[in-house]
């Protein structure tokens, strides 16, 4: 008898709870968004890239997965300087490869915040970094007339990439608001 009058009790006062959470008042007007704050890059005189960025809420990231550098003979071996090209060469196709999966999305270089790049040695130039060859490919896509903006950096020197003869693969990350 107790038992079922809990129950009772119990049934009652879920009721109550769902009858006043749901008689709620309903919004019939949609707020405004807020007003997109800009990105704001921190700037490093004097240097191709920025000391960082600030993304502000309201934006969307897209993010490009590693690439690297066209193959130019594809009946050149692996290793053989004429597959790839040099680190500029490599340089300019990975960035190149990367401006067009932004455009694909709708974006630009100019929405790039962030890159991050991996340089292996070059058999060919003494298997040395060729940092000088990727900076000048950066400076034809970023830091320009034609695009001001810097992105926030890190170079990387690595061993080797995944094919004998890449020397570089690029990563980078795009920010645009999100209406």
Do not use: W
């Amino acid at each position: 008898m107790i038992r079922t009058e809990a129950i009772k009790f119990f049934v009652v006062c879920l009721l109550t709870i769902s009858i006043y959470s749901c008689s709620a008042p309903v919004k019939d007007t949609i707020d405004e968004p807020a007003k997109t704050e800009k990105i704001i890059r921190h700037d490093r005189a004097n240097s191709p890239i920025l000391k960082g960025v600030s993304v502000p809420a309201g934006y969307s990231y897209f993010f490009t997965s590693g690439q690297v550098g066209n193959v130019l003979d594809t009946t050149a071996a692996y290793g053989d300087p004429a597959r790839y090209g040099d680190t500029y060469t490599q340089a300019k196709g990975a960035l190149g490869k990367i401006e067009t999966v932004l455009g694909e999305a709708g974006l630009t270089m100019k929405d790039v915040v962030f890159m991050r790049v991996f340089v292996a040695p070059d058999k060919n130039n003494e298997d040395k970094l060729d940092f000088d060859g990727f900076f000048k490919a950066y400076g034809e896509y970023f830091n320009n007339e034609e695009n001001p903006d810097k992105v926030a950096r890190t170079t990387l020197g690595v061993a080797s990439l995944v094919r004998e003869g890449m020397f570089i693969e690029i990563e980078a990350v795009a920010a645009y608001p999100s209406n």
